[in-house]
């Protein structure tokens, strides 16, 4: 039996991110909505991540988003709660309500309902925001994973994108 709650290889790559980002005096917070707290349970699985984790929003709703991140409710309404847009406002808004030095946001649809034919299923959107960048450092994308393994393999290749993101 396996000493962690969640799949060797998110708790893997979790350990890298815990460690880079301690051995860069670096704070991150996530915002996250299809994924549901996993991101932020993969860090704070591995031991010494209080050093760097500042702070897990999953603010699931449209509601809890305006909420918790302030994202606008005007964002959501033109362009969507899976769009570039809304997960860049998940980012700014998780840097502004914490003390983080880097945030990273997370929204799509995981399925196995709620796809459309402009964002099928397996479509998630990741932001990530720096305190005090210039505008190169903007990182927002949208990825395609693959659906055929269900929900759960959605959610997994999502966290372990958003993890990557968090690498200094």
Not at 134 to 152: C, P, T, Y
Not at 153 to 159: E, K, N
Request: proline share 2%; hydrophobic share 50%.
């Amino acid at each position: 039996m396996s000493d962690y709650l969640l799949p060797a290889v998110l708790v893997d790559k979790a350990r890298e991110v815990v460690a880079a980002n301690r051995a860069a005096r670096r704070r991150v917070a996530v915002a996250e909505s299809c994924t549901g707290g996993l991101v932020s349970a993969a860090l704070t699985e591995i031991a010494g991540s209080s050093e760097m984790f500042e702070a897990g929003f999953v603010t699931y709703s449209n509601t809890a988003k305006s909420a918790a991140l302030r994202v606008g409710d005007e964002v959501v309404e033109t362009f969507g709660a899976v769009s570039i847009a809304t997960a860049w406002a998940m980012a700014r808004g998780a840097l502004e309500k914490s003390d983080a030095d880097v945030a990273v946001a997370i929204t799509g649809i995981a399925g196995p309902d709620g796809g459309s034919d402009k964002k099928p299923v397996g479509t998630v959107i990741f932001a990530r925001a720096e305190r005090d960048a210039s505008e190169e450092k903007i990182v927002a994308d949208q990825k395609l994973f693959d659906a055929s393994g269900g929900r759960s393999s959605v959610r997994l290749q999502a966290a372990l994108c958003a993890l990557d993101l968090l690498m200094p």
